[in-house]
């Protein structure tokens, strides 16, 4: 073995080196067509929560007051405009994030 060693090939390693240190960039999974459906169904759900609580509330206060359908019908209602007010939030909350990803995606060279 030689005292000076070649160069080009500690330049190679170097670059090897900095290749392996680096953090390998995630792959995007593309989920074709469906690729929206994560988001689509936490709203689904989200919206059929707000609803349920709604007919659960109603038909707890029909039986503890006894007037049958009033608070069925005001509760689900209500359940339902939660859920939608819910609902929006969680599209406005995925719209930040893609927007932010889009910005960070155009602003990489």
């Given at each position: ?38 988001p689509a169904w936490q ?65 990489k060279p």
């Amino acid at each position: 073995m030689s005292d000076n060693p070649d160069p080009d090939r500690l330049k190679a390693l170097a670059e090897k080196l900095d290749a392996a240190q680096a953090e390998p960039e995630r792959k995007k999974h593309d989920a074709g067509k469906y690729g929206g459906a994560g988001p689509a169904w936490q709203m689904v759900v989200e919206l059929t929560t707000g609803m349920a609580i709604g007919v659960i509330l109603g038909l707890a206060l029909d039986s503890w007051t006894g007037l049958a359908p009033l608070f069925v019908v005001v509760m689900t209602l209500l359940g339902f405009a939660a859920g939608i007010r819910v609902m929006i939030q969680t599209a406005n909350a995925h719209q930040k994030k893609a927007d932010a990803a889009a910005l960070e995606k155009k602003q990489k060279p």
